[in-house]
C-alpha cells in the first residue's frame, strides 16, 4: 500500500495477476496480500496466509542467553527513554520523518533531567544526509551503521521501535524481544501485527504525530509494560517461525492436490 508500482510492473501487471490466478496455490504474507490475491480471482481454498517473520526461535535462544535488566540499566545510566529503528537507511524508510518527530521531544527532560534517545541501527544510501540532519541533536542520536550480531542486546535496551515507513521484518524482531511498537504503512504485515495491545499503527504518521505517540509511551511505563508482555504473547501464540513453517506445508499440500485434479481433468 506505501509503494507506488513502476511503470514497467504496471504495463506488466495482467501478465502478472494471469500468472498468480494459474498458480495451483499462493502463499500470501499479510491479510492485506490475500486481499489482492482475492482482488485478482484466487480462489479462498487455494489462497494460504502466512504471516512474515524473523526468525524467531533463533533470536529466543539469543534472548536466553542475555540478561534484560542488566542491559536496560547499563542504557538507561543517563537517559529514560530510548527509541530504536532498525532497517536500512533509504528514502522509502522515512527515517527522516522519525528524526522530525524525535526532535519534537528531543528537548524534554524528565524529573531527573534526562533527555531521550534515539537509536538508528542500519545503513544505506541516506546515512549521511541523515547524520546532517541529526546534527543539532547531538549526542541524543547515535547511528549504529549495519549491526549482523548482537542485535538482540540493543533491542533488549530500548524502550520503544519505531517503524515510520516501508518495511516489516523489523516488527516481529521487536515484537518477540517484548518491545512496543510505533508503525506506518509498511509491507502489509504490520496490519497484521500491530494491533492496539502491542503498540500504535498510525496510517497518516507525520512528525507531529509521532512525536505524540513518543510522548504518550515516555510518560506511562505502565502502558510499555503491558505492550511489551502482550507483544511476547503474540509472537508465541502464532506469529513465529514454526506457524510460518506450517502455513508453507499447508501451501504445499494445496498446490499437489490441485495439481493432481488439473491433470485429471486435462
Known amino acids: 500500500k506505501g509503494r507506488q508500482p513502476s511503470r514497467l510492473r504496471q504495463l506488466l501487471q495482467p501478465l502478472i495477476a494471469a500468472t498468480e490466478r494459474s498458480a495451483d496455490a499462493c502463499v500470501a504474507y499479510s491479510e492485506r496480500g490475500a486481499a489482492y490475491y482475492r482482488k485478482i480471482g484466487v480462489p479462498s481454498d487455494r489462497l494460504v496466509v502466512a504471516t512474515n517473520v524473523v526468525d524467531t526461535e ?31 537507511l533509504y528514502p522509502g524508510k522515512r527515517v527522516g ?42 549526542e541524543q542520536v547515535r547511528f549504529f551503521g549495519q549491526v549482523t550480531e548482537g542485535i538482540s542486546a540493543l533491542f533488549l535496551s530500548s524502550d520503544v521501535f519505531v517503524l515510520p515507513g516501508l518495511g516489516g521484518l523489523a516488527i516481529s524482531d521487536a515484537l518477540v524481544h517484548g518491545l512496543p511498537v510505533v508503525a506506518s504503512i509498511g509491507d502489509g504485515t504490520e496490519a497484521d501485527l500491530v494491533t492496539s495491545d502491542v503498540g500504535i499503527l498510525d496510517e497518516d504518521l507525520n512528525a507531529e504525530r509521532l512525536a505524540m505517540h513518543l510522548r504518550l509511551l515516555r510518560r506511562d511505563a505502565g502502558l510499555r509494560s503491558r505492550l511489551s508482555a502482550a507483544a511476547r504473547r503474540k509472537i508465541r501464540a502464532g506469529a513465529n517461525t514454526d506457524n510460518y513453517v506450517k502455513r508453507l506445508h499447508e501451501a504445499i499440500a494445496i498446490a499437489t492436490a490441485h495439481g493432481r485434479q488439473r491433470r485429471w481433468r486435462e
Open 97 to 138: 520523518l522519525l528524526l522530525e518527530g524525535f526532535a519534537q521531544i528531543g528537548a524534554e527532560q524528565d524529573q531527573l533531567e534526562r533527555r531521550p534517545r534515539l537509536w538508528i541501527v542500519g545503513d544505506g544510501p541516506q546515512r549521511r544526509a541523515l547524520e546532517a540532519q541529526a546534527q543539532g541533536l547531538g
Open 58 to 88: 533463533e533470536r529466543e535462544n539469543a534472548i536466553g542467553r542475555l540478561s534484560r535488566d542488566d542491559l536496560y540499566a547499563s542504557a538507561h545510566n543517563d537517559t529514560d527513554f530510548i527509541v530504536l529503528f532498525v532497517g536500512s
